[in-house]
């Protein structure tokens, strides 16, 4: 079976990835620092046998990746998932070297951020370039995704409309809506999106581009909001609040170039579990 080392393995979409890869029978390598990540988020994964957590800055550098690599069980690695926030050049770097060694096909998640801790900063486009250049100039196999903001369990930082909305319904206080809530988002549940990542990474692809991750379900904020109040069992109380621009859905959907029909999870099945875990983790009675 395949081998996979996942940067930022122990956040929210990183250890999503992880169980999926391990359900697969995949041994996978988590690098991360826990700056946002959890150990926590890692237990069914690790409880696999099939993950090796290393626990070092992710602003890593070639030589350190190639001694992780040599000192994992396996001594290859097939994947490479760089998953975590904007770290610097260098991380990023030390991969598509490693990648490039070792034949192996690096995953890029390219989103805009940065990290406060280091003052570092390094937008999408920075990323795609760096991405691009190496398949272009070195003939690295690479995948450049762009994953919208999603929902579910282990979100510390998902979407950030569903996220407040979570707080309120389990804190039973009114529901903060901008403007009068009938304003249309794109939402996902992180399984569906992770489903969706884990084809992209397999498939050939003709023309080295971007591909778009997730964004296909658009509902309204009040309908959101509506339904969580019935997972909680509270009647609908809103809080209204001056109109903000809302991202609109991605231009490129995931849905030809190979790739099998995607599974979508309800949205009042995604809320449920995503409002169960969320009650827990706050310690609140569900």
Known sequence: MATSIVFGGAGFLGSHLVDALTARGESVVVIDDLTTGRLSNLGRAISSGRVTFVYVDLAIDADLL?????????????????????????????????????????????????????????????????????VRDRGLDARIVRVW??????????????????????????????????????????????????????????AFEPIEIGGSDERSVLEIARI????????????????????????????????????TTPLEQGLRSTYAWFANETGQFV
């Open 66 to 134: 190639r001694k992780i690599v040599r000192s994992s069980q396996t001594k290859r690695v097939d994947y490479l998932y760089w998953f975590v926030p904007p770290s610097g050049d260098r991380g990023t770097s030390a991969s598509i070297d490693v990648a490039i060694e070792e034949r192996a096909r690096l995953i890029v998640s390219s989103v805009a951020g940065s990290r406060p801790e280091t003052g570092l900063k390094w937008d999408a486009a920075a990323v795609e370039t760096v991405v691009a250049a190496a």
């Open 149 to 206: 903001p999603c929902y579910g369990p282990r979100a510390h930082a998902g979407d950030a409309v569903v996220e407040a909305l979570l707080e309120a319904a389990v804190a039973r206080r009114p529901m903060p809506i901008e403007g009068d809530g009938l304003q249309v988002r794109p939402i996902t549940y992180v399984l569906d999106a992770i489903d969706r990542l884990v084809e992209v990474a397999r498939l050939p692809q003709a």
């Open 228 to 263: 969580l109040a019935r997972t909680a069992g509270t009647e609908l109380v809103v809080e209204c609040g001056p109109a903000a621009h809302r991202p609109r859905g991605p231009r490129r959907a995931l849905r030809t170039g190979g790739l099998a029909a995607a599974r």
